[in-house]
Every structure is written in structure tokens, then in C-alpha cells.
T-cell receptor, first 113, second 109 residues
């Protein structure tokens, strides 16, 4: 089993629908991240969390919200999906150091029609 | 602003050597990562450089020059499975990761 698991792996939805992407990890890391990847662009940070009570906005947080339900779980929500949120979304974890490597989930491909 | 530049695409031949360059302009520097990403899959860690010089890891090596804002990833004895995108990412002064758009490497027989 993967150390960082994302569900769903693929989702097609319509404009205006609420969508939740879930991430769980068994690595025991405190730091968790949500990234978005679009063709021709680098990974862009949406939100990150250093522990259950510490949640921070990334560079593109508008239109998204997150919930850190436990150390091992970090969910990303799109309250009202729009077509330009069509992208590949990655959850990642990191050790409690500022320069540790990131461990990524398999990705969730979201299409908003 | 902060900027990471990598070539969009490169082509190389199986068994050859290829060098993928990354130049950066960031607010501060606390290290540089290289990740490999196969199409439709998650990025996986290749290397981390924080000091100048070359670090070798099997067929892959990574070089850093902080004064020039430059790094490269060197892949030797290329195999078909090395066809992937290679992502460069810099840790800035706030310890945030700034990502390049990635270099798609195509390996031909």
C-alpha cells in the first residue's frame, strides 16, 4: 500500500458542485501539503499544514478550503467547482524539517465541466 | 519575483548522457531539489543540493553553483525507463518550495 493515499484518483464533476479530495498518510509526518499541477506550469501550492492546529494558505488558495482532521488526514475542498480548477492535484507529506524531501500521493485528476 | 527556468523538452538516445539545466532567481536559497515524474504519476525524489559541487548517486548526478544560480541533473547510460519529466525546485528564504515547470525527457532507441 502507498504511504500517501489520495481519493478519488479520478473525478468528473459539473460547475457549481462541491468536491472533496481526501489524503491520508502512514508516514507519521506532521507536515502535509496540497499542490495543483497544470500542463506547462510548475507545481503550485494551495494549502499546507504543519500540524492539526496549524493551517496556512499557499499561493493559490482562492476557491479552495482544507481540513486537517488528524495528523494522518488532510482534505481539500472545492466549495463550488469551476472549469479552471480542472487539474491534477497532489497531496504530499514532509518530515518536520524545513528542507526535507516531499513524499507525494498518486494524484487526483479532477475535471470540471 | 521568483523564477525557475528549465528547458521544456529534451531528446536523447538510449545509452547516452544528458544534462538537464535549471537556473533560478529566488528570494534566498536553502537548497535545491530534483524530482522525477513519469507521465500521470507522482513526483519522486532524486536529489537535494545545498552546497556547491557535484553529488553522484548511481547513474544520476546533480550539480549546484549558488553564485551562478544554476544547477544541472546529469543522467548517464540512459535507459528507456528514464523517459519522464524532471522537476527542479528551490527552497527559498521562507523555506517554501518554488517549482520549475519541468523538463520532459524523451529517450529514443
Amino acid at each position: 500500500d502507498a504511504d500517501v493515499t489520495q481519493t478519488p484518483r479520478n473525478r468528473i464533476t459539473k460547475t457549481g458542485k462541491r468536491i472533496m479530495l481526501e489524503c491520508s498518510q502512514t508516514k507519521g509526518h506532521d507536515r502535509m501539503y496540497w499542490y495543483r499541477q497544470d500542463p506547462g506550469l510548475g507545481l503550485r501550492l494551495i494549502y499546507y499544514s504543519f500540524d492539526v492546529k496549524d493551517i496556512n494558505k499557499g499561493e493559490i488558495s482562492d476557491g479552495y478550503s482544507v481540513s486537517r482532521q488528524a495528523q494522518a488526514k488532510f482534505s481539500l475542498s472545492l466549495e463550488s467547482a469551476i472549469p479552471n480548477q480542472t487539474a491534477l492535484y497532489f497531496c504530499a507529506t514532509r518530515t518536520g524539517t524545513d528542507t526535507g524531501e516531499l513524499f507525494f500521493g498518486e494524484g487526483s485528476r479532477l475535471t470540471v465541466l | 519575483g521568483q523564477n525557475i527556468d528549465q528547458p521544456t523538452e529534451m531528446t536523447a538516445t538510449e545509452g547516452a548522457i544528458v544534462q538537464i539545466n535549471c537556473t533560478y532567481q529566488t528570494s534566498g536559497f536553502n537548497g535545491l531539489f530534483w524530482y522525477q515524474q513519469h507521465a500521470g504519476e507522482a513526483p519522486t525524489f532524486l536529489s537535494y543540493n545545498v552546497l556547491d559541487g557535484l553529488e553522484e548517486k548511481g547513474r544520476f548526478s546533480s550539480f549546484l553553483s549558488r553564485s551562478k544560480g544554476y544547477s544541472y541533473l546529469l543522467l548517464k547510460e540512459l535507459q528507456m525507463k528514464d523517459s519522464a519529466s524532471y522537476l527542479c525546485a528551490v527552497v527559498d528564504s521562507n523555506y517554501q518550495l518554488i517549482w520549475g515547470a519541468g523538463t520532459k525527457l524523451i529517450i529514443k532507441p
